[in-house]
């Protein structure tokens, strides 16, 4: 299965990181952007942010929207918070693989890896 995926979770509660605003941009010739989307319940897009025959290699971003998210569900948060945008930048070099980039999120901390 080839493609782009992500998951969202929200370390601080222990839950899914449920209506989440991502955007996804490819990077080699300027900025261009191919989608945004919200993650559902489970902390997913309900839709591959790249399907097996859209993914090609090259390098992307993908931005996540965790101020707006985190002031939605953590009533302490300072304003302005202390993480805001937060973007992944990651080469895909074997468009036949599948990418899963997923976001472990706390108001003070994050981190990616590639998943699968």
Do not use: W
Request: hydrophobic share 40%.
């Amino acid at each position: 299965m080839a493609g782009l995926t992500t998951h969202v979770l929200d370390t601080a509660l222990g839950r899914p990181a449920a209506g989440m605003r991502i955007e996804l941009f490819r990077l080699d010739d300027g900025r261009e952007s191919l989608k945004s989307a919200l993650t559902n319940d489970d902390g997913r897009c309900d839709a591959p942010l790249l399907a097996a025959d859209e993914i090609r290699s090259g390098l992307y971003e993908i931005l996540f929207h965790a101020g707006e998210y985190l002031r939605r569900r953590h009533r302490q948060l300072a304003e302005p918070p202390f993480l805001d945008e937060i973007p992944v930048r990651f080469r895909v070099d074997a468009a036949d693989q599948h990418y899963h980039v997923p976001l472990l999120l706390s108001p003070f901390a994050y981190s990616t890896y590639r998943g699968s």
